[in-house]
Structures are given as structure tokens and as C-alpha cells.
């Protein structure tokens, strides 16, 4: 990352809200075999928006050979180059580390029935 990329609070601050707008729009966006969204499903390992306003994601999937990877793909880039204020979006499918239970958020655990406390 060169010097001028690194974001200074006041980045930070203004960004915020974009953010915000991005996680939401990333929470419209479902696993189809499971009832609940990418972002609360923890399959979104990073997310960076840079002072250009263009979005960086690091994603994975449950299992990696999702039949659906590039239906997913497509709507998460979908979703958040709609989202307003987003100049474009960058998506690197890892499978390292491996997508586990553990990963998930409490909101999902609480979806899926199973016991927040895992």
C-alpha cells in the first residue's frame, strides 16, 4: 500500500458511513443453501473502501464448490456498485482460511436455531 493510500482519521470518519451503506448492501446478498446473509454468514473476511471510494472485498464460500459462486459473486458486486457513493468493487474469492461454523455471527446463529454460545 503506497503512502498516499494510507487514510488518515479524518478518512476514516468521512467513510464511515459508506461503510455502513456497504454492509448493508452485503447483507441483502444470501447464501442459497443457507437461510441466511454473506456478511452475518462471515463468508466477508475484508472490506475496504479507499479514498476514491472504490470497495475491496475478500470473500469466501461454505464449501468451495458452491454450484452458485458466480451468481453470488455477480450480486455482491451488484449490490455494492449500487449502492450510492461507491465508485466500483473488487472482489477476491479466497478459500484460505477456511470458512467455518465458528464464523458466524450471533444474528445467524440465532437464524439458523442454534445456540449463540457455540
Not at 70 to 87: I, N, Q, R, Y
Request: charge should be negative; hydrophobic fraction near 45%.
Amino acid at each position: 500500500m503506497a503512502q498516499n493510500d494510507v487514510l488518515t482519521p479524518q478518512d476514516v470518519k468521512e467513510l464511515a458511513p459508506l461503510y455502513e451503506d456497504v454492509v448493508l448492501a452485503l447483507k441483502q446478498v444470501y447464501d442459497p443453501e443457507i437461510p441466511v446473509n454473506i456478511y452475518d454468514l462471515g463468508l466477508v473476511y475484508e472490506l475496504h473502501i479507499d479514498k476514491e471510494h472504490q470497495v475491496f472485498i475478500k470473500m469466501t464460500f461454505t464449501a468451495p464448490n458452491c454450484p452458485m459462486a458466480d451468481e453470488v459473486l455477480a450480486d455482491v458486486k451488484h449490490v455494492v456498485e449500487d449502492t450510492p457513493g461507491v465508485k466500483s468493487c473488487s472482489i477476491e474469492l479466497v478459500f484460505d482460511p477456511v470458512w467455518d461454523r465458528s464464523m458466524l455471527s450471533d444474528e445467524a446463529r440465532v437464524a439458523l436455531g442454534w445456540d449463540p454460545e457455540f
